[in-house]
């Protein structure tokens, strides 16, 4: 990715659906992306997180210990973490906007 970045194509890292990641992940993404684009299995299911919860995904997460990252607002959480490293202008929500070109 970052050498098709350094070439000028323009790229995006879609944080899809946002799983547990380590506090280094945004160190991962300097100097290669254009765009961070953060959706959660809450607010991207289609469903405003019904068909997540079908799956059993509250459940799994739980189970792994890692019911802090299926908490409701975790797209605050995700999006203040990378706007605390990153231009908040490359950074975008899908429960905020429609999916940027």
């Known amino acids: 990715m970052k050498k098709i970045n350094d070439a000028g194509i323009h790229t995006q890292v879609s944080i899809s659906p946002v799983l547990p990641f380590s506090p280094n992940f945004a160190n991962m993404l300097q100097g290669i992306t254009d765009r961070i684009w ?8 289609g469903q405003m997180g019904m068909r997540s919860e ?20 975790i797209h605050l959480k995700v999006e203040k973490y990378f706007k605390a490293r990153f231009p908040s202008e490359i950074i975008h929500v899908s429960k905020n906007s429609a999916y940027p070109f």
């Open 38 to 45: 953060i959706d959660t299995l809450l607010i991207g299911d």
């Open 54 to 73: 079908r799956l059993g995904m509250p459940q799994l997460f739980d189970v792994n210990g890692w019911d802090r990252w299926y908490e409701k607002s």
